[in-house]
Structure formats: C-alpha cells, structure tokens
C-alpha cells in the first residue's frame, strides 16, 4: 500500500455518481492507484479509485470500450460508472476519480497451488481470445510499458542522478547484477501484436470463492496492444514466484509453470504460433529483470511505486526488496531453464499452431 489517501466523500458520491453510501473501505493493495470498496444503502457494491497521475483521465475511453467487448462476449467484467452529467469521470482537486461496478470473489497476493494456476492461466487465455477481434485503437494507452531497454537506461540514470542517497551504497551492487543479467538477456523474436492486458499479476485476477475457477480481471490501464511473450512472461514471472513480490528469499516454481500453461493452452487451444509460445520462458527471464530494474530505479527515485508503511521504514527500502527479489527469481529460472523449455514443448508442442 501507499501513504493513505482520502476517499470521496459519501456526500460527493451522492452528488455526482448517485451512490447513496453506506461504508467506504480501502479495497486490495495496488502498487499505482488508490482503490476503495464503496456499499450503498441498499446493499449494492462499486469499486472507487483514484488514479496516479502517469494515467490520463482519456484512458477510461479504452476501459470502457474494452469492457463492453468483454461483456459482449460473456466475460464478467467490471464495468464505469458514468457520472451524473454523463462522463466516466470526476475530476475533484486535481485528481482523476472513477467508480465501477464490483465484481464479488477472492483475489489472492500469490500463488501456492497448481490448481490456482491452472485456472489463472485459463482466465487469461479466455481474456485473450475474447478481444482477439477487437477492432480498436488503444489512443490513450501508455507506452513503453514493457520497453526493457528504457527501464534500463532508466537504472543507469538513476545511478547517475542519486549518488548522494542514503541507501546508494547498499544499491548500487544490487543495480550493478541487474544491468549485468540484462546484458546477457537474449532478443525476442517478432511476433505479431495481441491485445493484452497489460498488468496480468495475481492480485488483478478474481476466483469464485467455491469453485476456485477464475472469474475476471480487474485493473485494466495497461490495455494496449504488445506481443504476447512478454505478457505472458509478465502474467508467469507473477504466477511461479510462491514468495510473492515483497520477499528478497523467492524463486521460480517449474510445478506451478506448468499448470499455468496448461491451462492457458486448453483455453487457447490453436491460437498461438510456435513463435510465440516457444518464446514465453525467454519473455519471462525478460521482465523479471525488467521489473527487478524498474524497482531499483524507484529505490533510488521514490517516486513511482507504492510501498507498505507497516513492513518497511521506507519507499527506497521496499523497493530494494521487491528488485531483489525479482533478480533472485530470474537466477532461479536461469538455473531451471532446460527444464522450463522443456514443459513449454510438452505443453504446447512443436510446429506452428495457427
């Protein structure tokens, strides 16, 4: 979590949304937006978040055009509320607010079991070839997301510009083993653009609290249009790592690997290429060290992430954890990586698939 910020009053919900409410809570512990479950009176739940600012206000367009495609195509998704001069936003002193509909489940900070991953991969894949024929322009996504060699030129300025932190000593070496496992990181192959989502971590996903199967992902300001390896690489850097994102001790879990994948390929079936599927271990050594890099830049930047008060004395200090803990599972996959190749041809198998 971040630094605690306020939500709208119930007054100002009223007002301009028409949501006469009865208890607002903090909701989940995203690492960007401020999010809050709000109950009205009559018993109906919304899902209120205040963006960061990197998000513009436009992207609600893409959400809510996205989401109605899922809809459309039998998918539960959350889905903007409009205000009450039609607009699918409030902007309130200098902040961009927006409320949704709440999609009822349980989300979970990490994954232990096979079963678990099974089902998110099979969620994802539903995701994925649900917008496979989405015919739209993503104007107001964010770039660069996942443009390694910017996050790292990113490291290596923040290096450069914060000699004088309290803590350069003790990241510089963690920095140093970052830059250095990049360097040996291999090229993707091209593959062609898939509408994705961007964000696929375990805490965006929703399970049936009985079943277990997946539900819907939330969180949707990253929905752009990439390539596939990396944002599976992105969904099963999350998925395989049991310690989750806030441990320096993790690693890289082939059992859980493997029932993430199949059930993204039963879901998926033909829909991929060889290319893309063959790639998916060398996209998930990627962004771990992607992401490793992006959280030391911000122990050094303090200005990106949000941090947990209650577990770290500092921004700087949960983020030096968090990229440690991200280069540890990298060298964890590194080591496992004949075996993970190997699942990834069982699974999916040899030739093209589409």
Not at 18 to 23: K, N, S
Not at 24 to 32: Q, S, T
Not at 159 to 172: G, K, Q, S, T, V
């Amino acid at each position: 979590m971040s630094l605690p910020v306020k939500p709208l009053t119930p007054l100002i919900l009223r007002t301009h949304f028409g949501v006469d409410a009865r208890a607002i809570e903090p909701l989940g512990a995203g690492l960007i937006n401020q999010t809050f479950l709000v109950t009205s009176r009559a018993g109906d739940q919304f899902v209120l978040q205040q963006l960061h600012d990197i998000f513009p206000a436009e992207i609600n367009e893409d959400i809510e055009i996205v989401t109605a495609h899922l809809a459309k195509r039998g998918l539960p998704t959350p889905r903007l509320k409009r205000t009450s001069d039609g607009r699918l936003w409030l902007e309130r002193d200098g902040h961009v607010w927006r409320m949704m509909t709440y999609v009822p489940g349980s989300c979970v900070e990490r994954i232990e079991t096979g079963d678990l991953a099974y089902q998110a991969g099979a969620l994802l894949a539903r995701f994925h070839l649900a917008l496979a024929d989405l015919e739209h322009d993503f104007a107001h996504a964010r770039g660069g997301i996942h443009d390694t060699p910017r996050h790292l030129r990113n490291l290596a300025l923040a290096l450069e510009n914060h000699r004088e932190h309290p803590a350069f000593d003790r990241i510089e070496p963690l920095a140093d083993s970052i830059l250095e496992a990049a360097s040996r990181l291999e090229p993707l192959p091209d593959t062609p653009p898939r509408v994705v989502h961007g964000d696929p971590k375990i805490t965006n996903f929703i399970f049936d609290l009985d079943s277990g199967r997946g539900v819907c992902i939330v969180d949707l300001d990253t929905l752009n249009r990439t390539a596939l390896p990396l944002e599976m690489g992105d969904a099963l850097r999350s998925w395989c790592n049991p310690a989750g994102e806030d441990a320096m001790r993790t690693g890289f879990s082939a059992e859980l690997f493997q029932a993430a994948l199949e059930g993204y390929r039963n879901e998926s079936r033909d829909w991929l290429t060889h290319a893309e599927t063959s790639a998916f271990g060398l996209g998930t050594m990627t962004i771990l060290v992607e992401l490793a890099a992006r959280f030391c830049a911000d122990a050094l930047n303090e200005s990106y992430f949000g941090w947990d008060p209650e577990r770290f004395p500092d921004r700087s200090e949960h983020n030096r954890v968090r990229a440690a803990g991200q280069l540890a599972a990298y060298r964890d996959f590194l080591a496992k990586r004949d075996r993970l190749e190997r699942i990834i041809g069982d699974v999916f198998g040899g030739g093209d698939h589409c």
